[in-house]
């Protein structure tokens, strides 16, 4: 059974910075694409940064240059530093893996607060 479980969020002011930790058990992440996403209140889910098997990355626009993902395969953690945080990065954020056919799975969420 693949479990996600996040951590690491938290209430932080305008320009400070939070790392968001994402622990897999029951699948081994350097295999597969992982993501970070987002979802504020009233929006949708929304991709925020992912790492592919092979270790390459992209990020959505409002967050290149800020957001930094990364994984620790001998840990089987994926990470996401935020710096220069601004309030509208203010949602509950979840890690994903995407197994293809072997299934895509979420974890539960972390809230991310950044105050102005």
């Known amino acids: 059974q693949v479990q996600l479980v996040e951590s690491g969020g938290g209430l932080v002011q305008a320009g400070g910075s939070l790392r968001l930790s994402c622990a897999a058990s029951?699948?081994?992440?350097?295999?597969?694409?992982m993501g970070w996403y987002r979802q504020a209140p009233g929006k949708q889910r929304e991709l925020v940064a992912a790492?592919?098997?092979?270790?390459?990355?992209n990020y959505a626009d409002s967050v290149k240059g800020r957001f930094t993902i990364s994984r620790d395969n001998a840990k089987n953690t994926m990470y996401l530093q935020m710096n220069s945080l601004k309030p509208e990065d203010t949602a509950v954020y979840y890690c994903?893996?995407?197994?293809?056919?072997?299934?895509?799975?979420w974890g539960q969420g972390t809230q991310v607060t950044v105050s102005s």
């Open positions: 029951g699948s081994i992440i350097s295999l597969y694409t």
């Open positions: 790492i592919t098997s092979t270790g390459s990355t």
């Open positions: 994903n893996i995407d197994r293809r056919s072997r299934g895509n799975y």
